[in-house]
């Protein structure tokens, strides 16, 4: 189902991929610094939750201010959690590389700002840049020390922007209970040599059906 979100004076573009059944949870998900919410993996991933009875909510936003994507994101936060259509009891927040950064930063800004938000389960980091190619000192960690929801990062063994051993040293110092899975040999646009882009979503849209999933059953 195709939505427009008002956005200030303009229209974000999103997709509900809908369940069968009436889904209880719901993720949104966006896309990294290029591109938009019809980026394959998301396709694949809306695709794989949906049939698996999760709703999931995505959507296109240009721009590559992370300060202006984060208020994209919690226009959208908003537009879900006061939909009619869909009465949802939470939802997780997951993007793919810039687009979990906003993830990440909308997390930190509403618990900073005392929101006890319970809607908001968890966050799901696809491909998070921890930091630019070749410049492993500045690490874009500040949100992630500050989110107390779980987390799931996704992301590949070779990804020139998070160096393995740097995001497992960041998750070591985090106060949220967080998963790290690594995708062997996948670069930052998880492509690895001698496997299809399907294998590869197949492995990823498996993980994160399953986190969620445990996620969920935890709280109960």
Not at 28 to 47: Q, R
Not at 123 to 133: A, E, F
Not at 159 to 170: A, I, R, S
């Amino acid at each position: 189902v195709k939505v427009k979100i008002p956005f200030g004076n303009k229209y974000l573009d999103a997709i509900f991929s809908l369940p069968e059944k009436k889904s209880t949870y719901g993720v949104i998900l966006t896309h990294g610094a290029g591109g938009d919410m019809n980026f394959p993996h998301l396709v694949s991933l809306a695709a794989y939750l949906a049939s698996h009875g999760v709703l999931c909510l995505r959507f296109t936003c240009k721009g590559l201010n992370i300060a202006y994507r984060t208020k994209a994101f919690k226009t959208v936060v908003e537009y879900l959690k006061l939909s009619g259509d869909y009465k949802l009891s939470g939802i997780f927040l997951a993007g793919r590389s810039m687009g979990s950064r906003a993830a990440a930063s909308l997390i930190r800004q509403i618990s900073q700002e005392d929101d006890d938000d319970s809607f908001i389960q968890g966050l799901v980091c696809l491909s998070y840049p921890l930091h630019q190619p070749r410049l492993q000192s500045k690490l874009r960690d500040e949100d992630l020390l500050f989110i107390r929801c779980p987390v799931l990062f996704v992301s590949g063994s070779a990804d020139e922007m998070c160096e393995k051993q740097l995001l497992e040293g960041v998750a070591s110092k985090m106060k949220a209970s967080k998963k790290i899975h690594w995708i062997d040999k996948a670069n930052h646009g998880m492509v690895v040599k001698g496997r299809t882009t399907n294998e590869v979503m197949e492995e990823i849209n498996a993980q994160v059906f399953s986190w969620l999933r445990e996620t969920i059953e935890s709280k109960y």
